[in-house]
């Protein structure tokens, strides 16, 4: 599910995203001289996750010469949004920017929220009434800056986000599903024709209720799984917008609706920023990864040692997080690309393996004995129990311990470590909570 934000400039869009989810990162894409900030961020409320994306201000007839790239940035996350959340400035009332980008959003007809930002005091209240001129239904007044009236907004979004469907990824037959992503010209739709290609092994084709997902069932050569494909992947748009926005804005339903992502790597270009900011995606929703090195077979130096350089630096480029395979192929050839869909198969494994409350403690108790938690202000932290928590999406450890709240970050990733050398959860990412050992 996708909420875009949207409006002209300077209504405090960016502070809206930030406040909204709760953190301050930013991708930033310098062009010619111009910084143009690209977010993308996870918002959790009432236990209803879903992806929000920020776009440029909106503008018309300026002297600004990203003017029309930054309006078809904007055309576009309103194409893909789920809920639009359409920002305003209560202290300046509206504007005719306003009103353009309003007739807009009413053509779309696409759910709007209308934001009226800037109440920073309750004297700009007085203003709000003004924006029912844009026809959009009830402005919402909040304090990006505080965080008034965020509360009630996200309980407005949350409930205008669609519903769960029985053709949703959730409710699909108990199979994986693979989303094939990355920049254009990674040969992401050469290794789905790879897949799919003359032969058309393809026995069902279900429409999610994520809008352009398509879920197409591979049964074949002893496979069967759900290929999540997008219309971002199946035909180009109508619109020539920015690549990397574009690219980035359609990964995300496939990274959302998928359990374990094939992100597509160019090996004529190497690892890029962009390839980066995709990982990101995939890593904040929480998904499997492989990666697969396309195009191998335009490479001219195929020796360990190039293969080794490769691996080596795409590890480095997407650290912390590295225990994940790493596949060397090209989709024109079809060099290795049964052995992605393998890979990928047994990541989705990693990702539904348990591992018995008795044999954690029996095995991990040892490495911690060994290496405890460092002391604290002249007290020690002692870990008592260690389980697993049943059915959570991502393979999800509990420490309970008298002192949870001065396990640091270190000392998590040393036990993240130790869980990853005893047992195989390659590709998948891994929960570490401590808990207090009296909490039932």
Known sequence: MLVAIVGRPNVGKSTLFNRLTQSRTAIVDPTAGTTRDRQYGKVD?????????????????????????????????????DV??????????????????????????????????????????YNVPEFYSLGLG????????????????????????????????????????????????AGKSSLINAFIG??????????????????????????????????????????NEDIEYYSVIRSIRAIEAS???????????GIEAQDVNIFSLIQRNKKGLVVVVNKWDLVEDKSQI???????????????????????????TKQRIFKVLETAVDVYKNRRRTVSTSEL?????????????????????????????????????????NLPQWVKEPYRRYLENKIREHWDFTGTP???????????
């Open 45 to 81: 409320w009432a236990g209803i996750e879903f992806s929000i994306v920020d776009t440029g201000g909106w503008v018309v007839n300026s002297d600004d010469v990203f003017e029309s790239e930054i309006n078809r940035q904007v055309e576009l996350a309103i194409e893909q949004a």
């Open 84 to 125: 639009i959340l359409f920002v305003v400035d209560a202290m300046n009332g509206v504007t005719d920017l306003d009103d353009h980008v309003a007739e807009i959003l009413r053509k779309s007809r696409k759910p709007v929220v209308l934001v009226a930002n800037k109440v920073d005091s309750n004297d700009w209240l």
């Open 138 to 185: 009830d402005p919402y007044p909040v304090s990006a800056v505080s965080g008034y009236g965020t509360g009630d907004l996200l309980d407005e979004v949350v409930k205008d986000l669609p519903k769960d469907d029985p053709d949703s990824a959730e409710n699909l037959d108990d199979i994986p599903k693979f989303a094939i992503v990355g920049r254009p010209n």
């Open 198 to 239: 003359q032969d058309r092994h393809i026995v069902t084709d279900i429409a999610g209720t994520t809008r352009d997902s398509i879920y197409t069932r591979y049964d074949k050569f002893g496979f069967d799984f759900y290929l999540v494909d997008t219309a971002g992947i199946r035909k180009k748009t109508k619109v």
């Open 259 to 269: 359990d374990v992502c094939i992100l597509m790597i160019d090996a004529t270009r």
């Open 306 to 332: 190039a293969i080794r350089t490769f691996e080596e630096a795409i590890r480095s480029r997407l650290a912390p997080f590295t225990d994940f395979p790493v596949i060397f192929a090209s989709a024109l």
């Open 361 to 401: 403690n029996r095995t991990l108790g040892e490495d911690i004995a060994a290496y405890p938690p460092p002391a604290n202000k002249g007290k020690y932290i002692k870990i008592k129990y260690i389980t697993m928590l049943k059915g959570a999406q991502v393979p999800t450890f509990i420490f309970f311990c």
């Open 430 to 440: 891994v929960n570490i909570f401590m808990r207090d050992k009296d909490t039932k």
